[in-house]
Every structure is written in structure tokens, then in C-alpha cells.
């Protein structure tokens, strides 16, 4: 690619830094943890298994228990906070109200759970098509 003059631009490529490391969260003991790789871990604390939510997550204070409320309902919903690159895992609720909101509007539209919850616009939940769910068991097309 040439810019003004014919001199060449280079295009950056995102740098963000990749070893740092997922967070593995136990919600029974509010604790998350920084750990390279996407292997099964437990818990040292209760030795439960740890999720795997993502390098992006923001992890409530352990006192902060509408945090934990949101963040164990997005978890259990299969909602993490991977990407994959700069731009971030996307719009995520922060707050009970928000939750509601959408777990509200999936039902009531058949909308995926986890979709509605990662929708920033109550409004478009139910308004994109998602793909029809297969029977367990069904074989693909």
C-alpha cells in the first residue's frame, strides 16, 4: 500500500500482549486467577473447578456481591471474555437490571440466552436471525 508521495505505510498489527495469561474464576469462592494455557484447573481454595472466562474479564471485589450475581449468571450462561485482538470480547452487562432485562427479552423472543446477554440493545434481541437449534443427537447438514 502507497501513501502520499509513493512512500509505503505500514499496517500495525495489534501487539496486545498474550502471555499474560487467562482468568480461571470459582464463583462459589470469588476468587479468580491468572493462568497461561486453557487446561483444567481447580480451585486451591475448595478444589472445585475453575472457569475459564477470558484475558478481558474485569473481576468484581470479592465483596461486591451484584458483581458476582452478574458475572455467575454470564459465566453459567456460557458467556466468557475471550477476543482476539485489541477490540475487546464486546459489550457485556454490568448490572442485575441489565441482566434481567435481556434474560427477559430471550424468553420472550426464543432468543439463546447467552446471546441476549451479550446484546447491548434490548430493543435487537430477538430482531437477528439465529440459527435453528439441531435435536441433540441430530446429525449436521
Do not use: Y
Not at 461486591?64 to 477476543?83: I, K, N, P, Q
Amino acid at each position: 500500500m502507497s501513501g502520499r508521495g509513493g512512500t509505503a505505510i505500514l499496517a500495525r498489527m495489534c501487539i496486545r500482549p498474550t502471555a499474560l495469561g487467562l482468568h480461571h474464576v470459582c464463583l462459589d469462592c470469588r476468587v479468580a486467577f491468572k493462568h497461561a494455557g486453557r487446561r483444567d484447573r481447580t480451585c486451591p481454595n475448595c478444589a472445585g473447578g475453575l472457569i475459564d472466562a477470558g484475558n478481558d474479564l474485569e473481576v468484581p471485589r470479592r465483596g461486591d456481591e451484584a458483581g458476582w450475581r452478574v458475572l455467575g449468571v454470564l459465566l453459567r450462561a456460557g458467556v466468557t471474555f475471550h477476543s482476539s485482538c485489541c477490540g475487546g470480547p464486546g459489550w457485556r452487562p454490568r448490572t442485575m437490571g441489565q441482566v434481567k432485562e435481556r434474560l427477559a427479552a430471550a424468553e420472550r423472543t426464543g432468543t439463546p440466552i447467552a446471546e441476549a446477554l451479550t446484546t447491548a440493545d434490548t430493543d435487537e434481541i430477538g430482531r437477528r436471525p439465529h440459527p435453528a437449534r439441531r435435536p441433540v443427537g441430530a446429525a449436521p447438514r
